[in-house]
């Protein structure tokens, strides 16, 4: 079947602008997470909905950074006034259900702002 | 919250040699220990887990323990092919609170024909 699939894959912003990723998790998925990895680093986490409800957001960095998941399926992760240091891979992740921990990851949304 | 140390940050094996790759864990309620294969531009791929209440599982030419007193796990990879070469990252995560994974710095694995 389909895994995780994210879009764009490679988006480029200019400092200031605003930027939409999105991310379709495996189908019937309850759980969504969002991470950010640093060129370099291990994935970071973000936030964490189940289903259409957003139970974490404690990863988020600051509040130009905003996710959604209206419908619990696709979710969107939305950056405002985009900054240098935003420059990172956006990896989306998707899991069966609370009560397991298996996560499936997306190929990734790498951004850079110029 | 969790804190998931990684080593060695590279390290270079001999093809048919073997690989083992360290991490350790601050959070005694860490109860899941994944590991993933990230190739160069592509997505993490989990390539084995473990749970608290077991000490080791293998699959094939990989393996993982799992020390819960000391709070460490461990990969190995034996009978290392050039295809393992890619960076490998362990994480954490506990039932309680979001199941977030928690990630080690990763390891660059180069295995050398």
């Given at each position: 079947g389909a895994g995780v699939s994210q879009s764009p894959r490679y988006k480029v912003a200019k400092r200031g602008q605003d930027v939409a990723l999105r991310c379709d998790p495996i189908?019937?998925?309850?759980s969504l997470f969002w991470y950010q990895q640093a060129l370099g680093q291990g994935p970071e986490f973000l936030t964490y909905f189940q289903n259409e409800a957003q139970?974490?957001?404690?990863?988020?960095?600051?509040?130009?950074f905003f996710a959604e998941r209206p419908e619990g399926s696709v979710s969107t992760l939305k950056i405002q006034r985009?900054?240098?240091?935003?420059?990172a891979v956006y990896l989306c992740a998707s899991g069966i259900?609370?009560?397991?921990n298996e996560q499936f990851f997306g190929p990734g949304t790498r951004l850079t702002v110029l | 919250g969790e804190n998931v140390e990684q080593h060695p940050s590279t390290l270079s094996v001999q093809e048919g040699d073997s690989a083992v790759i360290k991490c350790t864990y601050s959070d005694?309620?860490?109860?899941y220990f994944p590991w993933y294969k990230q190739e160069l531009g592509k997505r993490p791929q989990l390539i084995i887990d473990i749970r608290s209440n077991v000490g080791e599982k293998k699959d094939q030419r990989i393996a993982v323990t799992l020390n819960k007193t000391a709070k460490h796990f461990s990969l190995h990879i034996t009978e290392?092919?050039?295809?393992?070469?890619a960076v490998y990252f362990c994480a954490a995560s506990s039932?309680?609170?979001?199941n977030n994974l928690f990630f080690g710095t990763g390891t660059r694995l180069t295995v050398i024909p």
């Open positions: 189908s019937g998925h309850v139970l974490d957001k404690s990863g988020l960095p600051s509040d130009r985009t900054q240098q240091e935003d420059s259900a609370e009560a397991y | 005694s309620a860490s109860n290392t092919q050039p295809e393992d070469s039932l309680s609170g979001a």
